[in-house]
């Protein structure tokens, strides 16, 4: 099974809905991300969560939320989806390794949204 | 403001031939620097990470080189093959332990 899911992994959305992604981790890592990746944009960080109660604003959260409700599951959320949020979405856990103070992500398999 | 730099152009060679990708980046102080690749509509998945006090690191036919005086990274993959193609992605990690990606420069392997 794999370490970090998301569900869906492909929406097809009208704008003004309400949109959410979860994501679910089986590695035990106290830290979760969300990403948003746009053709020649690369990877931009939407929101980070260092552990159940540590939520923190990304490069572009503005239009989402999320919520951290397990060390497990990190969801987000579009309150009303819009067209140029149309993009894939990554989730991604990372945990520090002791003693080389060093940090790698774990990324899933990723959400394909579509904003119409 | 920080800044990382990946050729955006994608970089064609031939099989068996060593493939080198650069990163740059400025405004930067650098933990440490790692390395992703990222096959279409899936997740990236690390490769190699070095600190900045390393010099070069190796995994199999990889290697990486890290020059924080020149403020930057190269990565190579010797005896290339069709199946190395994808997108490399580097990445910058500061004491916050957030990474900061660079936008990723294809590879295709040509048989």
């Known amino acids: 099974d794999a370490d970090v899911t998301q569900t869906p992994r492909n929406r097809i959305t009208k704008t003004g809905k309400r949109i959410m992604l979860e994501c679910s981790q089986t590695k035990g890592h106290d830290r979760m991300y969300w990403y948003r990746q746009d053709p020649g944009l690369g990877l931009r960080l939407i929101y980070y969560s260092f552990d159940v109660k540590d939520i923190n604003k990304g490069e572009i959260s503005d239009g989402y939320s999320v919520s951290r409700q397990a060390q497990a599951k990190f969801s987000l959320s579009l309150e009303s989806a819009i067209p140029n949020q149309t993009a894939l979405y990554f989730c991604?856990?990372?945990?520090?390794?002791?003693?080389?103070?060093?940090?790698?992500?774990?990324f899933g398999p990723g959400t394909r949204l579509t904003v119409l | 403001s920080q800044k990382i730099e990946q050729n955006s152009e994608a970089l064609n060679i031939q099989e068996g031939k060593t493939a080198t990708l650069t990163c740059n980046y400025t405004?930067?102080?650098?933990?440490?620097l790692q390395w992703y690749r990222q096959d279409p509509g899936r997740g990236p998945v690390f490769l190699l990470l070095i600190r900045e006090n390393e010099k070069e690191k190796r995994k199999e036919r990889l290697k990486v080189t890290f020059d924080t005086t020149l403020k930057q990274s190269l990565f190579h993959i010797t005896a290339s093959q069709p199946a190395d193609s994808a997108t490399y992605l580097c990445a910058l990690v500061g004491g916050s332990y957030i990474p900061t990606f660079g936008r990723g420069t294809s590879l295709i392997v040509h048989p």
């Open positions: 991604a856990t990372s945990g520090l390794v002791g003693a080389s103070g060093t940090d790698t992500q774990y």
């Open positions: 405004n930067y102080s650098p933990a440490y």
